[in-house]
């Protein structure tokens, strides 16, 4: 043991003296981790950071893309929330749109990462099919759904009155809009959040449902009591993504309903997109929804952290 300590000792008496004979090695050492993170940081600043201070920079100003920038204070926002009475039903869409969205793919996740759950032979075809809809563009899917949801002559309403059933207006009524857009983002989505359910179960270990099923404890107590506490780290993680992303739903309003009927399907995202792009080019108000939307978001993902966290069980 002796002989192995003076050993080191020795060893690194002589990387001392390496060292101080070659300064520029030793700085070399201690630099090179930070200019590998070089692209990762040049990355950051030019595609998030500056992008984030232009957008809060901006949203003090009047710019339309065509003048000079003027510096207007609050007035964006003073619009925005009090003279404005379309910014109101966006937010509230979008909100709806969130709640449906995030409590139906999160159930529908676990549902049926439950039911696939097992060596079975349909499961691999079943895995299969039901993530090939989140690789699909989303203009494609629009297309689509345009068609199927046709109130004249779509093929749901063809095999509903094949039924007996009376049609129903899928994207041309204020009552079901919002609800369609809905469904096929849940169908767009669910595959992609049922694999993430599929490998958190996968990952619990097989003793402790064996262990479970001697004690002869009901199906329904092994879920609630086991299975979920163990997955809870990933459906909070579906948790916080699927609330960004529905929050940032734009391609299949924009290409479905536009915002209509009326302004049942406005949200967030395509506001912001016509106040910059379509009338009359208001960037500064525009930057301002977009604030107010990032302000949303950061609020949720906080409150996430806070509250819903401390039921999460990490292993």
Known sequence: MADRFFRRRELTIEEQQIRSANPRKEWGAVLKPYFLLVPTFCFLIIFTYYPLARLVWLSFRKYNLLSQDQFIGLQNYRQLFFINKDFGPSVKNTFVYTAASVTLLIVLAVLFGLWMQGERK?????????????????????????????SRNGLFNQLLMAWGLSPLEWLDSSDTALGSIVGINVWKGVGYDTLIVLAALGGISSEINEAAALDNTPSHRRLFCITLPMISPQIFFLLVTITISSFKVFDLVRLLTNGGPGSSTYVMVLYIYRYAFEWNRQIGYACAAGVVLLLILLVLTVIYFKL???KVHYQ
């Open 308 to 310: 819903v966290e401390r």
């Open 122 to 150: 349909i499961n691999s075809l079943a895995k299969r099919v039901i993530f090939f809809p989140h690789i699909v563009a989303g203009v494609s899917i629009s297309m689509i759904f345009a068609w199927l949801m046709n």
